[in-house]
């Protein structure tokens, strides 16, 4: 469908492939988007102890973003594959407005199609460019 970022075969894979990065790997902060296909990467990130933001979907509500913090969780005894998708992470994460989001270590951005180069064709409404913009901002995102 139109407006939205694709599930796919090999989203579990990617997810791993991803956690085995030396970057992942160091980054104690995540943001990852709402979408289905980001849900086994939230999962993961989540298991090996990252915190996650993770934007409220289409960015529609005052506070736009939701804090998923592993150890408030567990604390909670919210089971990790509660939160994977945005019904559950909606329920158990902390709303937060941008200004309270941490330093972000490591970013992923769903695409519905990547060039080898690494330009990115999103749901055509570049929500991921604005919250990178507004991010940057207020210091959550470091220039590299």
Known sequence: PWSAIPNYKGAEEAAARLCELPEFQA???V???PDPAQGPFRLAALRAGKKLY???PEL???TPFVLLDPEVL???GVDFAEVENA???LTHGLRVEFRDIEPIDF???GCVAVTEAGGRTGKGAGFADLELGIMRHYGSVQST
């Open 27 to 29: 980054a104690k902060v």
């Open 54 to 56: 993770t934007p409220v």
């Open 107 to 109: 970013f992923v951005v």
């Open 87 to 89: 019904e559950g992470f």
């Open 60 to 62: 529609v509500q005052d």
């Open 31 to 33: 943001k990852c988007n």
């Open 74 to 76: 567990r604390h909670n």
